[in-house]
Every structure is written in structure tokens, then in C-alpha cells.
């Protein structure tokens, strides 16, 4: 069956956009592709003659409706793209039967012609399919995932059946409230997108406690450095990775490819004062310091690539670390393999874990009992779930220009 292709975000660079376009029509003309639409805004098709040029050029479908804006939710001061790139999504999804299959991309990521074709081809097997408790129909392929910070997952560019990447286009970005120190580190909303599936068991209150793990902690003496020490010895963040490890092996494939398959341009300007992208995404394959994942490392692995433990094309040695496959490694024996088991007792009962106390509880037995904690009280760390207020909605409008 050929897949959908909907490429969500404002158009930045003509050239690049056109790049893909190239690729994506020749896969159309093979039939790995029925449609390619493009999703903006009536402001964009208006200031922006280049998107329905290109739309006509390429015979890509149209979808557009009012600029939301960067506001984020009702009665706030804080900005973000959530909300664009969210609504954004959701009006490409609106053009698409549930049971197909889309590529959801951005206009400044290029794709290698032969690594798509093969992605393409793939997701219409049985390589795609879930087991039962999952949350979607389909597994999701995404280039890369970040083992350490749970959720933390690509959306520059995925694939997934339509029904399914709907999950991803709720309204999760107006769930909370976030002090403004949290609120500008970005990743605070990209883990909201990944997690607002499974923000049950385990992680029922895990942004909550991300938050309060990633941006608060390291304001305590120590910084950073400490962080990371107290993160490995707290044995409730390893629960959390167990569980966050089986969701992975469960409901994505994780495939980065090989150097060059995927390009994702970045440093492009804001909405208002764009520019031709400058920078090239360092989280696939070739991009970043080289390291070789381990099959049956467990810490060299972690701690061996920056602060960041990425999952590019090491999807065996994710299932060797979720199975309990590890062999020889002292910290995965003594670590891990009990977080497991505890994960699965939780699990049943219908636990949730405690993970700030938890944190807190380490601190004191590395630092003495007598600590100052006072600085994780401040308001402008915090964070907290909100009513729901549910924006007034409008239907886009859809241009075929084919």
C-alpha cells in the first residue's frame, strides 16, 4: 500500500524544500507514495508565494488554516512552536484514512533516495507490527531516541500509521504550566509529544518528575557532574528506564540509518526573520563523536557518548538490555536487572513511582542528611498540570493543486 506523505513547517529554504520534493515525487512515480501534502498556514500561502508555486510544480495536495501562533494555551506568557508544529500535524492527519501509512517530514530534513525507498517498502511488513497492550496499531519508525532522557525521541521526520500519529497531535502541550527557567529549554514540550501515550503505570506523572530530574537538580552544588551521579544511583531512575527500554523495543523501530541517509538542516531563524538553514542535526550516524555501541556493554555505552545516550541502528543491543541479555557487566547485574523485576511488580500492582523523592533520598546519602535542598523550591522550577482548556478548533481548508 503506498504511503502518505504530509511535510509539516514553514518553508525556510527554497532549495532544500526542493530537494525533497525531487525525491518524494520520483518514489510517487514507483509507487511507494500516493500523496504528498503539504501543510501550512493561509498567512503563509499568502506572504509566501514559494509554497503553492512549489505545491503546483510538484502536484502536492495543500492544507492550511489561521497561524495559531507560538502562544502557549490560554493566559499565557510563554511561547513555544508546540502549538504550530502540533496543529500543524493534526490538519495533514485530517486528510488521510487511519489505517494508512504516513511519513510525517519536515521541509529541512533531506532524505537519502534508496535509504526512503527501502523505509517505504518495510513499513507495509510484519516488521511493523505491535503486540497486544500497545497503544498503536502500527510501530512508529523514528531515526534516533535517547535512552537516558525518556521520550526524548525524534519528530523531525517519523512513520507511522495515521490513527496512531493522531496520538501524537493531542492537545499535550496545554496539560501544564511550567515555571519560566523550565519553560525555555524546548525538550520540556518534545518529551510531552512522545510521552502523552504511555503517561500511565510508571510514567503516570513522569513529566512531572522529568522535569524536576533534568532542569532542577543541577541548580543544587555539583552541577551537571553531580547530576549525572546521582541520576545512576537512584534506583528508581532505573525502573523508569526499564519500563521506558520495553516501550521502545515494543512500539518503535529506530533506525538512523548510515551516514548521510538522513540530513537534517537546523539554526534556521524564527518565525519572523528566517534564514537558509546553517547547521547540520548531530544526532545521526556520522554526525556526532564516534562510538561504537557495545552489544553487551551496559555503563561504557551510557556514559561513553556526551550526555546523551542515542539509539541510531543499535536496536538488538536495546533488546539485549530490555531481555535481561547483557553478559558479564557488574552494573547491568546489580543495576538493572533488579529495576527490572521491581519495574514488572509495579507494574502489576498499578504503581507509580515516587521518583523526586527518590532523587532527594540519594542526595542525602551522598551528601549527608543535613543537605540545602532550598534551591529546588523556587518557583520559577517548577512545574504543574493544569485544567485543560480546549481552544476553539477550525477545520482546514484543502487546496488540491494537483
Not at 488554516?65 to 500535524?89: I, N, V
Not at 511493523?128 to 519528530?155: C, E, H, M, N, R
Not at 523523592?357 to 551528601?367: G, N, P, Y
Request: aromatic share 10%; glycine share 6%; net charge negative.
Amino acid at each position: 500500500m503506498p504511503v502518505s506523505c504530509v511535510i509539516v513547517g514553514l518553508i525556510r529554504s527554497d532549495d532544500l524544500f526542493e530537494q525533497s520534493l525531487t525525491v518524494l515525487d520520483r518514489l510517487r512515480s514507483e509507487g511507494l507514495i500516493s500523496r504528498i501534502i503539504i501543510s501550512t498556514w493561509n498567512e503563509e500561502l499568502r506572504d509566501n508565494p514559494s509554497v503553492s508555486n512549489l505545491a503546483n510544480k510538484y502536484k502536492c495536495d495543500l492544507v492550511s488554516r489561521p497561524d495559531p501562533g507560538t502562544g502557549h494555551g490560554p493566559g499565557s506568557e510563554l511561547t513555544s512552536s508546540m502549538a504550530p508544529q502540533t496543529l500543524g500535524l493534526r490538519q495533514a492527519l485530517m486528510a488521510v484514512d487511519d489505517d494508512d501509512m504516513v511519513l510525517k517530514i519536515r521541509p529541512d530534513v533531506v532524505l537519502n533516495e534508496v535509504f526512503l525507498k527501502n523505509l517505504l517498502i518495510s513499513s507495509c511488513t510484519g516488521s511493523f507490527d505491535t503486540a497486544s497492550g500497545s497503544p498503536f496499531q502500527k510501530k512508529i519508525w523514528v531515526p534516533w531516541a535517547d535512552l537516558i532522557y525518556p521520550f526524548l525521541i525524534a519528530d523531525e521526520v517519523f512513520l507511522g500509521r495515521c490513527g496512531d500519529l493522531k496520538l501524537l497531535a493531542t492537545d499535550f502541550y496545554l496539560h501544564y504550566s511550567a515555571g519560566k527557567a523550565v519553560h525555555p529549554h524546548a525538550e520540556t514540550c518534545h518529551i510531552l509529544r512522545y510521552l502523552a501515550p504511555f503517561e500511565t503505570g510508571v510514567f503516570a506523572d513522569f513529566f512531572n518528575h522529568w522535569v524536576y530530574l533534568q532542569y532542577e537538580l543541577p541548580v543544587l552544588e555539583g552541577g551537571w557532574t553531580e547530576y549525572f551521579t546521582v541520576k545512576f544511583r537512584t534506583p528508581m531512575w532505573w525502573v523508569m528506564i526499564a519500563k521506558y527500554a520495553s516501550i521502545l523495543c515494543d512500539n518503535f523501530i529506530i533506525d538512523g540509518g548510515r551516514p548521510g541517509d538522513i540530513v537534517f538542516y537546523r539554526k534556521s531563524g524564527d518565525r519572523l526573520n528566517r534564514s537558509a538553514p546553517r547547521e547540520i542535526c548531530h544526532f545521526y550516524p556520522g554526525t556526532m563523536i564516534p562510538f561504537a555501541i557495545k552489544a553487551n556493554a551496559f555503563l561504557e555505552n551510557i556514559t561513553s557518548i556526551r550526555a546523551r545516550v542515542l539509539i541510531l541502528n543499535d536496536m538488538e543491543w536495546l533488546k539485549n538490555i530490555r531481555y535481561g541479555n547483557i553478559r558479564a557487566d557488574a552494573q547491568y547485574d546489580s543495576w538493572f536487572l533488579p529495576a527490572i523485576a521491581q519495574m514488572q511488580g509495579m507494574e502489576s500492582r498499578g504503581e507509580s513511582p515516587d521518583l523526586r523523592q527518590s532523587i532527594i533520598e540519594t542526595i542525602r546519602k551522598l551528601k549527608g542528611r543535613d543537605v540545602d535542598l532550598s534551591p529546588l523550591s523556587h518557583p520559577d522550577w517548577q512545574i504543574h498540570r493544569r485544567p485543560l482548556i480546549m481552544p476553539t478548533t477550525q477545520a482546514p481548508s484543502l487546496l488540491s493543486v494537483a
